[in-house]
């Protein structure tokens, strides 16, 4: 029951389970629950979310990878719920009570699966030197706070 409960929680609902690019596919399976989450609460439902996220995601990954070889399996994408949640978060207010600004969501997706994926600076140490739970998540936490910035200087100084 504990192995089902943490498989069904880092592969966030089974999205992890796709046979094909399981972390884009976790990621885009994040981006309605940010939507929702940034519409109604704000950067406080955020914050909440991506906690939540990170808070049940480190212990659930532990179990998943207790006793195998490879310590970031790609069917783990709780991670990339709390990464991609935490890329709205320099725009989070904007986004509150905001059906205009869609495109913003888009944006987030592209820098955070970016910075997920070219694995630069403080992703790439902990993807590459903590090779446990708190290292899977971490990696994508960091990747989620670039793409934050990046998110936000381009709403704040380039578009809105």
Known sequence: ????????????????????????????ATLPLA?????????TGLLIAAF??????????AVLIDGQEDKDP???????????LLSFVFVAEI????????????????????????????VKFFDSKVKNAYGVMMDDVCAGLIAAVCVWVICRYLLI
């Open 95 to 122: 986004l509150r009570g905001n059906l205009n600004d869609w495109w913003i969501y888009l944006m987030g997706f592209a820098f955070f699966r970016f910075f997920d994926i070219c694995k630069m600076g403080p």
């Open 35 to 43: 939507f929702v989450i940034c519409y109604y609460f704000g950067l």
């Open 52 to 61: 939540i996220s990170f808070v049940i995601g480190v212990p659930a990954t």
């Open 74 to 84: 790609k069917r783990v994408v709780i991670d990339e719920v709390a990464g991609q």
């Open 1 to 28: 029951m504990k192995n089902k409960a943490a498989a069904f929680i880092a592969t966030y609902c089974g999205f992890g389970l796709s046979p094909k690019a399981p972390g884009t596919v976790g990621s885009l």
